[in-house]
């Protein structure tokens, strides 16, 4: 190893993790409503706030843009990214594509080791989601789907999965509720059962209902402005 590049390596890492920061920090305010769709995302206020160079915000801002949290536009800079409902529906029909016949099989291979590291997962899901861990839950129930396509040892496939997975987190963070993360995790819990009994057919129409059932509850519905309909179901509530 010549000096010049072990001399490079504290910089380096430095920098990396500064920008892992940045990535942290923004994702974190996405999570909990503190950053909304379509806010501008300044590069120089962010440099500002972190003290650190631009080039190491535009870095952290390409890496969320990379995960689809992020919009960039030309000439007019970062904004924090407005997913549809359309994406979000075009993304949940190619992943029942691949899914269905990822699941089906995994079904005629799974070790019982891979079962024993699924029931693992599983316990950290049901964790974060009583405990109303929005990011935690978030990103559990979707890796939990990646971790899956990992176990064919097919990484292209889990490369795949990982980035239309992504396509959706955005959604997941900022309307999937409580309860429908609650019933996510059952369903897992189901196709892990399924799985474990090597039944791919059940696996198969189980991993279908899931995604369905986590479209339907992830459509947006109009915010309602008028302050009365906003309020009246509290109100009904001494």
Do not use: W
């Not at 206020?45 to 080039?55: C, E």
């Not at 029931?119 to 935690?136: F, I, S, W």
């Not at 995604?211 to 459509?219: A, C, F, H, Q, Y």
Request: aromatic share 2%; proline share 4%.
């Amino acid at each position: 190893m010549s000096l010049a590049v072990a001399v490079r390596r504290p910089g380096r890492a430095a920098a990396g993790n500064a920008t892992e920061r940045i990535v942290a920090a923004i994702t974190a305010a996405i999570v909990e409503r503190r950053l909304m769709p379509g806010t501008k995302l300044a590069e120089q206020k962010i440099a500002d706030i972190f003290q650190v160079s631009r080039t190491l915000v535009r870095q952290a801002l390409n890496q969320l843009s990379r995960d689809k949290l992020v919009t960039l536009e030309p000439a007019r800079g970062a904004f924090v990214a407005q997913p549809s409902v359309e994406e979000a529906r075009q993304v949940f029909e190619v992943r029942q594509m691949i899914e269905s016949a990822m699941i089906k099989r995994l079904a005629a291979c799974i070790t019982p080791a891979q079962v024993a590291e699924l029931r693992e997962h599983l316990k950290a899901e049901q964790a974060a989601v009583q405990r109303t861990d929005v990011p935690g839950r978030t990103h559990l129930l979707a890796d939990f789907h990646v971790v899956l396509a990992r176990m064919l040892g097919n990484e292209v496939l889990a490369e795949m999965l990982h980035d239309l997975v992504s396509r959706s987190s955005l959604i997941s963070l900022m309307y999937q509720s409580s309860l429908s993360a609650e019933q996510s995790q059952a369903e897992h819990v189901a196709i892990v059962d399924a799985l474990e009994r090597g039944d791919a057919r059940s696996a198969t129409r189980l991993m279908l209902e899931h995604l369905d059932s986590v479209e339907r509850n992830l459509r947006l519905h109009p915010r309602v402005d008028d302050l009365a309909a906003a309020l009246r179901p509290l109100a009904r509530n001494p």
